[in-house]
């Protein structure tokens, strides 16, 4: 049903007229607010670029043990994926999403952004979801805030930022809520009510007060439920992954949030475990709040700046380099696979002569993922979107 | 001209009760601005000196972890600590100075021109570079002439460092033809359309590539901080907005930044934002005229400039359309509490971390970490979201108390702290709190102390 009216938003783009689609009112609710339809996007940042090459690992190449022969002693066995690639041990909780389909591989991807590698440049680049074509800064919002706005009308509940740290990945003139799983506003009921009268002639504090205690109430309530005395702690990854859940079975279809750790310039191989056990964690847990049905409508997408280079390092890790990977999971998914096409370890092969060479612009995944999920059309994709992407021929990513 | 106090605490100032021997007319406010800095007199900041000094101790830190395992670690730990003081400092300062300064609005427009100048260190070598060009680029001419403001700015290794122009060489420069390197538009570009001409100024793509080849030979090095290297220069003349520069070192681009200082585009672009930022993000058509008309017949006279705004009537409205930014809101409450400028410079680590630095950071600002070189945003309801507001309301309830002992009397507060804004309701409700702890939390999360 998604599909018309973002079809239309893209034909009004190409300049096609909206009488020739008579769904379009159709698709504006009863209440007059629009809404994304069912389906789940998850988009988490992984700051610090993630070793694409340490995660799914190219096992059956000699090379990559030439390559890093102080990194690649694993000590557990990695799990089999497919293609000559396993999956690094500290993943090996995926293994069952693998084998269900429900987990993919984007290797040797990256934003347009070459050269500099610093993180912050590739951080901005990568959230405002921009290309070479397009100045630095140019663009000041994020892509994921740009695709809420392609949709005017849209409650600020669709999307959440989760989590304290600033995600400009979903900053713009769209409206999107944010809230820390950790953020409480304890305080007593006649406080409450003398903050209400307090608030109750300024709307701007009256709502945003309204949503925090309801909120706030809401996880206290939650926690008392799910965690009986004794129980052991939740990871900060848990609560996290908790929020987001509950937030996407109830009226938000996107959540995003950032995870860092993943910069691994020494000793890796305890710094990617750790890193890559958090994330896994995260995951699971998220498909366990979620529950089978609404994480069959879910796509989850992991993005972080760059790679990390093929070469270890003289301290036991990786520099910053340029292809990367990205993690797909959910129900939505056509998993059990690699995409992306795989540029080989050989010198020659290689960016610069020490980086993965990038394959393809990780911005297409997120916009084919866009578009098979919310029905976004390609011209707006490639204009509003992600200005300049070229998105390429369909990889077939989703169900 | 007799103004309303509270007006000029809040919207001009950092809030009641305003300190000893504060200004209390646009005229007296207007000539303390002609007067030395008194609040750079009360506690030093970090300098470009300081700045440079760090790049230093982290290239040598790190020059040692190389050797092993150990090393690298040890390495990290230093520059982290080190890292760790500057910023404490930076903080503590510029609250300090907000706190006990008797020039509250050039406190103010420290934060408006650090913030209309945005820069953000991005690494561990430069994090005390922002304080640096506040202290060194905005402090010494935000009452003097824009065009030397701009140039101070734009020279600054904070600039050079954020907007990537310490990366740009002229691709027909001598050190671009052997290394095949060429230029990044980015300060060029920022430099016309968020420094002085702003967006749709009158510029075109062309003038934005002639900026950039002119600015080509700026750069940072450890070693010095600013530094020209004619080896890196665009060869030839450019043409920017019609005027052709061309000369050898800086001076040319000096020329091409005082030209745009004083363009009318700039004038009213930046009298604009001025009126935004103190007054209301719709603010009065003639207010912003009067500004914009103070800077050309001026030539950039930001005294002029200030001049025209604070003795125009719609400076002074009583209607609160602005919200205190966080790192306002936290200097505002400090003050309320009675916290002074010696308090807070001798706060510890932990208390700094627990009271400012996780605060302002919780309630989306952190510190000097603007989203992007345009700065934070103007509009209320970016600062008043659900996870923002609560962070408010947490702090305004729980910090007080480890903050003044014994808490002041919150219904004596809600005066001092309000002034004129004590209305009916939070006056009732404050009476009405459980606790004085509650009370003094409900005066400080209350829409009349939030507002400006």
């Given at each position: 049903?998604?599909?018309?009216?973002?079809?239309?938003?893209?034909?009004?783009?190409?300049?096609?007229?909206?009488?020739?689609?008579?769904?379009?009112?159709?698709?504006?609710?009863?209440?007059?607010?629009?809404?994304?339809?069912?389906?789940?996007?998850?988009?988490?940042?992984?700051?610090?670029?993630?070793?694409?090459?340490?995660?799914?690992?190219?096992?059956?190449?000699?090379?990559?043990?030439?390559?890093?022969?102080?990194?690649?002693?694993?000590?557990?066995?990695?799990?089999?994926?497919?293609?000559?690639?396993?999956?690094?041990?500290?993943?090996?909780?995926?293994?069952?999403?693998?084998?269900?389909?429900?987990?993919?591989?984007?290797?040797?991807?990256s934003t347009p952004y070459r050269d500099k590698r610093s993180h912050f440049d590739g951080q901005d680049i990568l959230e405002a979801g921009t290309g070479t074509d397009v100045a630095a800064h140019a663009v000041r919002d994020g892509w994921l805030n740009r695709m809420l706005q392609a949709v005017p009308g849209l409650s600020a509940e669709t999307a959440y930022a989760v989590g304290r740290d600033a995600l400009p990945l979903l900053e713009g003139p769209a409206p999107a809520r944010n809230w820390a799983p950790d953020l409480r506003l304890r305080i007593t009921p006649a406080t409450e009510r003398l903050l209400e009268a307090v608030y109750h002639d300024d709307p701007l504090f009256r709502d945003a007060s309204e949503e925090a205690m309801t909120l706030s109430d809401e996880l206290d309530d939650d926690l008392m439920a799910a965690a009986p005395l004794g129980a052991k702690r939740l990871s900060n990854n848990e609560k996290l992954a908790d929020f987001a859940a509950d937030r996407l079975r109830g009226a938000s279809r996107i959540a995003a949030f950032s995870q860092t750790g993943w910069d691994t310039h020494a000793n890796q191989a305890v710094g990617l475990d750790s890193a890559l056990k958090g994330l896994q964690q995260t995951i699971l847990r998220l498909r366990e709040g979620l529950g089978e049905e609404i994480w069959g409508k879910t796509t989850l997408i992991t993005m972080t700046e760059f790679g990390r280079t093929v070469r270890e390092n003289g301290t036991k890790g990786t520099d910053h380099g340029t292809g990367g990977l990205s993690i797909l999971a959910g129900g939505a998914i056509r998993g059990g696979q690699i995409f992306g096409p795989w540029p080989g370890l050989g010198e020659s092969a290689l960016y610069a002569g020490r980086d993965l060479m990038p394959t393809t612009d990780i911005r297409s995944w997120a916009a084919w993922a866009m578009a098979g999920m919310y029905g976004f059309d390609r011209a707006l994709l490639e204009s509003s979107i992600f200005p300049g992407l070229d998105m390429g021929s369909d990889p077939r990513l989703l169900l | 001209m007799p103004i309303n106090q509270t007006v000029a605490a809040f919207r001009f100032g950092f809030g009641l009760p305003l300190p000893k021997a504060a200004p209390a007319t646009p005229e007296a406010m207007l000539a303390a601005l002609a007067d030395p800095?008194?609040?750079?007199?009360?506690?030093?900041?970090?300098?470009?000196?300081?700045?440079?000094?760090?790049?230093?101790?982290?290239?040598?830190?790190?020059?040692?972890?190389?050797?092993?395992?150990?090393?690298?670690?040890?390495?990290?730990?230093?520059?982290?600590?080190?890292?760790?003081?500057?910023?404490?400092?930076?903080?503590?300062?510029?609250?300090?100075?907000?706190?006990?300064?008797?020039?509250?609005?050039?406190?103010?427009?420290?934060?408006?021109?650090?913030?209309?100048?945005?820069?953000?260190?991005?690494?561990?070598?430069?994090?005390?570079?922002?304080?640096?060009?506040?202290?060194?680029?905005?402090?010494?001419?935000?009452?003097?002439?824009?065009?030397?403001?701009?140039?101070?700015?734009?020279?600054?290794?904070?600039?050079?460092?954020?907007?990537?122009?310490?990366?740009?060489?002229?691709?027909?420069?001598?050190?671009?033809?052997?290394?095949?390197?060429?230029?990044?538009?980015?300060?060029?570009?920022?430099?016309?359309?968020?420094?002085?001409?702003?967006?749709?100024?009158?510029?075109?793509?062309?003038?934005?590539?002639?900026?950039?080849?002119?600015?080509?030979?700026?750069?940072?090095?450890?070693?010095?901080?600013?530094?020209?290297?004619?080896?890196?220069?665009?060869?030839?003349?450019?043409?920017?907005?019609?005027?052709?520069?061309?000369?050898?070192?800086?001076?040319?681009?000096?020329?091409?930044?005082?030209?745009?200082?004083?363009?009318?585009?700039?004038?009213?672009?930046?009298?604009?934002?001025?009126?935004?930022?103190?007054?209301?993000?719709?603010?009065?058509?003639?207010?912003?005229?009067?500004?914009?008309?103070?800077?050309?017949?001026?030539?950039?006279?930001?005294?002029?400039?200030?001049?025209?705004?604070?003795?125009?009537?719609?400076?002074?409205?009583?209607?609160?359309?602005?919200?205190?930014?966080?790192?306002?809101?936290?200097?505002?409450?400090?003050?309320?509490?009675?916290?002074?400028?010696?308090?807070?410079?001798?706060?510890?680590?932990?208390?700094?971390?627990?009271?400012?630095?996780?605060?302002?950071?919780?309630?989306?600002?952190?510190?000097?970490?603007?989203?992007?070189?345009?700065?934070?945003?103007?509009?209320?309801?970016?600062?008043?979201?659900?996870?923002?507001?609560?962070?408010?309301?947490?702090?305004?309830?729980?910090?007080?108390?480890?903050?003044?002992?014994?808490?002041?009397?919150?219904?004596?507060?809600?005066?001092?702290?309000?002034?004129?804004r004590a209305g009916e309701a939070i006056t009732l409700a404050v009476s009405r709190a459980e606790s004085v702890r509650e009370g003094v939390g409900l005066v400080l999360a209350s829409p009349e102390f939030n507002r400006r």
């Open positions: 049903m998604m599909n018309r009216r973002f079809f239309l938003r893209g034909a009004a783009v190409l300049g096609c007229s909206v009488a020739a689609h008579p769904m379009l009112t159709t698709l504006t609710l009863a209440a007059g607010e629009k809404t994304l339809g069912e389906n789940r996007l998850v988009v988490i940042i992984l700051r610090g670029a993630m070793d694409g090459l340490g995660t799914v690992i190219p096992v059956d190449d000699p090379l990559y043990a030439q390559y890093r022969p102080g990194l690649s002693d694993l000590r557990e066995a990695p799990g089999a994926l497919t293609g000559g690639f396993a999956l690094n041990p500290a993943l090996s909780g995926l293994m069952p999403l693998w084998q269900a389909g429900q987990l993919g591989f984007v290797h040797a991807t | 800095d008194p609040g750079a007199a009360l506690w030093p900041g970090i300098t470009t000196a300081d700045a440079v000094a760090q790049m230093q101790f982290v290239e040598a830190a790190r020059r040692r972890g190389k050797e092993s395992k150990e090393a690298f670690e040890m390495a990290g730990r230093e520059i982290g600590l080190y890292g760790m003081e500057l910023r404490d400092q930076s903080v503590k300062v510029a609250v300090a100075r907000a706190l006990d300064s008797p020039d509250g609005f050039r406190e103010r427009l420290v934060a408006f021109w650090a913030d209309h100048f945005t820069v953000v260190s991005k690494n561990q070598r430069t994090t005390a570079m922002p304080s640096a060009m506040v202290e060194d680029a905005i402090r010494p001419y935000l009452s003097g002439q824009f065009a030397d403001l701009l140039v101070a700015v734009t020279l600054h290794p904070a600039m050079l460092l954020y907007l990537n122009q310490d990366q740009s060489l002229g691709p027909g420069s001598k050190v671009g033809k052997a290394k095949g390197r060429g230029l990044n538009e980015n300060l060029a570009r920022e430099v016309m359309e968020l420094h002085t001409l702003g967006v749709g100024g009158g510029y075109s793509q062309a003038d934005v590539r002639e900026m950039a080849e002119l600015m080509t030979g700026l750069t940072v090095t450890t070693a010095d901080g600013f530094t020209f290297r004619e080896t890196w220069v665009e060869p030839g003349a450019e043409t920017v907005l019609g005027v052709t520069y061309d000369g050898k070192g800086t001076e040319p681009i000096i020329q091409a930044l005082r030209a745009l200082a004083v363009r009318p585009e700039t004038a009213e672009h930046i009298s604009r934002k001025l009126a935004v930022h103190f007054v209301s993000d719709d603010p009065d058509p003639d207010l912003v005229a009067a500004m914009s008309s103070a800077w050309r017949s001026s030539g950039g006279d930001l005294m002029a400039v200030y001049g025209a705004f604070l003795t125009h009537p719609s400076a002074w409205t009583l209607t609160a359309a602005k919200v205190r930014q966080p790192a306002e809101f936290l200097v505002a409450a400090l003050r309320g509490l009675g916290v002074t400028g010696a308090d807070v410079m001798a706060m510890d680590q932990k208390t700094l971390a627990r009271t400012v630095v996780r605060p302002m950071q919780a309630m989306g600002q952190p510190w000097q970490q603007a989203p992007g070189p345009n700065g934070w945003p103007e509009q209320p309801e970016k600062w008043i979201n659900p996870a923002h507001l609560a962070t408010r309301i947490a702090w305004s309830m729980a910090l007080p108390q480890r903050l003044a002992d014994p808490l002041p009397d919150p219904r004596a507060m809600a005066g001092t702290v309000l002034g004129d």
